[in-house]
């Protein structure tokens, strides 16, 4: 029973299939120069890398999930003059072996970048990282709010 159109990339219906058919998929096959979709999984490794922004009182801290990667394969920069930082990496591919058949590949790799601009009132020669169960968690800490100058009364001499 053929439900989609073969020009659309599927062949045929599996009604007890858990793929979710993407009807975009053939176009992205396309603009990737053929079936495997190379640039667009390398674009999405990009993209995908999720990074929470908290700010507290204190910093600002970042958060990433980056399962699998150990701190030796991350870099963390500052850049244009210390007011951006960024994030780095790079998932590397799994060894294939001639005789390995794959069904399904879903998880991103390639390399990852993120950048950040950072605030003007932050100490970035404190800032701290550390990873932990495949969490990066980077700490900016901020310079404190200068009080507002409060009215001085003068005495009038003479």
Do not use: C, Y
């Given at each position: 029973?053929?439900?989609?159109?073969?020009?659309l990339?599927?062949?045929?219906f599996?009604?007890?299939?858990?793929?979710?058919?993407?009807?975009?998929?053939s176009f992205?096959?396309?603009?990737s120069?053929?079936?495997?979709?190379?640039?667009?999984?390398?674009?999405s490794?990009?993209?995908?890398?999720?990074?929470?922004?908290?700010?507290t009182?204190?910093?600002?801290?970042?958060?990433?999930d980056?399962?699998?990667?150990?701190?030796?394969?991350?870099?963390?920069?500052?850049?244009?003059?210390?007011?951006?930082?960024?994030?780095?990496?790079e998932?590397?591919?799994?060894?294939?072996?001639?005789?390995?058949?794959w069904?399904?590949?879903?998880?991103?790799r390639g390399k990852?970048?993120r950048r950040?601009?950072?605030?003007?009132?932050?100490?970035?020669?404190?800032?701290?990282?550390?990873?932990?169960?495949g969490v990066?968690?980077?700490t900016v800490?901020?310079?404190?709010?200068?009080?507002?100058?409060?009215?001085?009364?003068?005495?009038?001499?003479?």
């Amino acid at each position: 029973m053929l439900i989609v159109p073969s020009f659309l990339g599927r062949r045929s219906f599996d009604p007890f299939s858990l793929e979710v058919w993407d009807p975009f998929q053939s176009f992205t096959d396309l603009a990737s120069g053929g079936p495997s979709g190379q640039f667009v999984k390398e674009t999405s490794a990009i993209a995908n890398t999720q990074i929470d922004w908290k700010e507290t009182p204190e910093a600002h801290i970042f958060k990433a999930d980056l399962p699998g990667l150990k701190k030796e394969e991350v870099k963390i920069e500052l850049e244009e003059g210390q007011t951006v930082l960024q994030i780095s990496g790079e998932r590397s591919k799994e060894e294939e072996e001639k005789n390995d058949k794959w069904h399904r590949i879903e998880r991103s790799r390639g390399k990852f970048l993120r950048r950040f601009r950072l605030p003007e009132n932050v100490k970035v020669e404190e800032i701290k990282a550390s990873m932990e169960n495949g969490v990066l968690t980077v700490t900016v800490p901020k310079q404190p709010q200068p009080q507002p100058a409060q009215p001085k009364s003068i005495e009038i001499s003479g």
